[in-house]
């Protein structure tokens, strides 16, 4: 009986294997860096760590089709025709391994270039940082390494199942132990770091140790399977060094102080954003203005919006300029599901968040003393916010953003509160542009004395 395949591989198309991983790669890793855009894009600090959102399911996509491979000749039960012949380990799974390892990595050549591409057209500055996007290919190479193992020697038909899920367990398990230890570890060692970049940069001896060692452990674990004893113990021994490396430096994270640098637009209000989201401030400045532009009557002269309480004070203490806020600040945040400050702007959180802005946060931050003023102050915070969000047509069940208030509850459990965000909404433009005019000041700032 004829080995099947003999001239090349027991795969009838090794290429037509690597060619359909490499698509099923790519197109799971740019829906995952798609659907979290709000954390990278426009950056390329944080871009350069996106591919992580690829090597999550693709080290398990990459195990589990090693593992498959690997196992095919048990599977199709052949296996021992293969062992007696005269051919080395090697010529024997060589050509599925490259095939599944080459389309992985192709794979992720694709995610790379999507976010390069995708960042380039509205990054301010910086380069892409080639070296923190290296631990994906090597959680790759790891990802292989256990799909040859669990191919080889788990019952043919568990194999790719057992593979898939190693990948991400692996990771959790370790993530979980520096959760009960309260420091950052063993999670520090897989590719799949989800620490900000905005403003912190791992070291790069970190992201050059870990590499290597799921590199050198993928290759091991292949050379054992390939009955190369003597290799796979050599890069055993070179992966140890590495993690000792790695464990040396893990957890660690220093500053970048120019990410705190203050950029402005405009005046009247002032905008402002730190250098890590100055790609957006055109765009933010812009629907500031937008926004504004519905409230006749109020004046934000000699005001600065700006999207974090602590843009000026982390200014002022990691590069050590003299930044003026100015007489007030309006705070807007911005906000994209649950990354805030995002690098991507949700135009109805958006509209939402500057109603909060105007309306709410300025009670926050300097509450009155009063009792009786403070009551008065957040009563009138909601009946203008509920004004503002049917004024654009959105739900005021609190569903704008996240830890947004539910202005039904509130007016459903205080009729005086429903009484005046009605008779304010039923005032015609001039009546509110000229309350706006008299009461201003005191909305903005929290004060006595607004009308009722």
């Known amino acids: 009986m004829r080995i099947p395949y003999a001239r090349g591989s027991f795969l009838r198309s090794p290429l037509a294997v690597g060619v359909l991983l490499a698509l099923v790669i790519a197109t799971q890793g740019v829906a995952q860096a798609a659907l979290n855009a709000e954390e990278w894009i426009g950056n390329w600090r944080t871009t350069s760590s996106s591919l992580r959102y690829a090597s999550l399911w693709g080290a398990c996509v990459t195990a589990a089709a090693a593992a498959w491979a690997v196992a ?25 391994l490259t095939a599944v390892v080459g389309g992985s990595l192709l794979g992720y050549v694709v995610v790379a270039a999507y976010v390069i591409w995708t960042t380039q057209r509205s990054a301010t500055h910086g380069t892409i940082n080639v070296l923190d996007m290296l631990p994906a290919a090597g959680w790759t190479m790891a990802g292989a390494g256990i799909g040859v193992v669990a191919g080889r020697f788990l019952p043919a038909v568990v194999a790719p199942v057992a593979a898939a899920t190693a990948p991400y367990l692996l990771p959790a398990v370790g993530m979980s132990v520096d959760l009960s230890t309260g420091r950052v570890f063993f999670g520090d060692l897989f590719g799949l770091d989800d620490s900000a970049r905005d403003y912190l940069r791992p070291p790069t001896e970190l992201l050059v140790s870990k590499t290597a060692l799921w590199v050198l452990l993928g290759v091991a674990a292949v050379a054992w399977v390939l009955r190369s004893n003597r290799l796979a113990y050599a890069l055993v021994l070179a992966a140890g060094f590495a993690a000792a490396g790695a464990f040396l430096v ?26 890590a989201h100055d790609h957006l401030l055109p765009q933010y400045h812009r629907l500031v203005r937008q926004g504004l532009g519905h409230i006749d009557g109020l004046s934000l002269t000699g005001r600065t919006v700006v999207h974090s309480s602590s843009l000026f004070p982390n200014a002022q203490r990691f590069t050590e300029t003299a930044a003026d806020p100015g007489p007030g600040q309006l705070i807007i945040e911005i906000t994209k599901g649950y990354t805030s400050p995002a690098h991507e702007i949700d135009p109805r959180a958006f509209v939402a968040r500057l ?24 009563i009138r915070s909601m009946m203008l916010y509920g004004w503002w969000l049917r004024h654009h047509n959105l739900p005021t069940d609190g569903s704008n953003y996240t830890g947004e208030i539910n ?45 009722r």
């Open 72 to 96: 095919t000749p048990r599977r199709n039960r052949y296996a021992p025709m293969l062992t007696t012949a005269s051919r080395s380990a090697w010529r024997v799974y060589g050509a599925a």
């Open 250 to 275: 893990a957890g660690a994270r220093y500053d970048v102080p120019e990410e705190y640098a203050i950029k402005c637009l405009g005046d009247s209000p002032r905008v402002c954003t730190d250098r």
């Open 355 to 378: 109603g909060t802005g105007l309306f709410f946060t300025p009670c926050l931050t300097a509450p009155p003393q009063n009792a009786a003023s403070l009551d008065d102050a957040r």
């Open 407 to 451: 202005i039904n509850y509130a007016t459903a459990e205080n009729a005086a509160l429903a009484t005046r965000t009605q008779a304010f909404t039923a005032m015609s433009d001039a009546d509110r542009a000229a309350w706006f005019r008299r009461n201003g000041p005191t909305v903005l700032t929290c004060g006595d004395g607004a009308d």
